[in-house]
């Protein structure tokens, strides 16, 4: 067996396997930020917990502890814009062209998105680069079954279900 799996491998065969694309986001001194994630999982139904992961780099990290709150922002399949923005630019601009709303206390809701997941911080934990962070999920809206936006091999492909 190899010592180890380089960054290169790991990424291209992490990159096989497709996943939905999300924008989390929080406060940070009062303003709104928010970064694309694909790291998402649910982790229980009950309690109702899920897990984001967030380099160590990642500038929402900062806020999202400080804060102890976080929204998954669920895109719909047009939602590559939304994805790239939140992805690349400056930390200041990200929610310049996405309306968005929060609800008494909770974290930061894009109107463009389908499910919205409003979470309490409930532990973060290390993982290499990255922290794992765990939310309780205190409250869902669904505002469409639109289908979701997906990432694969660096591209996003389009949903097709089979019946």
């Known amino acids: ?58 500038p929402i990290r900062e806020g999202l502890e400080r804060s102890r709150i976080f929204g998954v922002n669920i895109l719909p399949e047009d939602g590559r814009p939304i994805a790239q923005r939140f ?25 463009a998105a389908p499910v919205f997941i409003d979470c309490a911080l409930e532990a973060i934990h290390p993982g290499g680069d990255h922290v794992i962070a765990v939310g309780r999920g205190v409250r869902v809206e669904h505002t469409s079954a639109a289908a979701p936006l997906l990432y694969h091999r660096g591209q996003f492909p389009r949903f097709s279900p089979t019946g």
């Open 87 to 111: 992805a690349r630019e400056p930390l200041a601009d990200r929610f310049c062209e996405f309306p968005y709303r929060a609800a008494r206390g909770g974290a930061p809701q894009l109107e």
């Open 1 to 58: 067996m190899p010592d180890g799996v380089s960054p290169i491998d790991w990424r291209s065969a992490m990159g096989c396997f497709p996943s939905g694309v999300t924008i989390v986001t929080t406060w940070d001194g009062g303003e709104p930020v928010g970064s694309t994630i694909n790291a998402f999982c649910s982790v229980s139904l009950d309690p109702p917990l899920l897990l984001i992961c967030l380099a160590h780099l990642n």
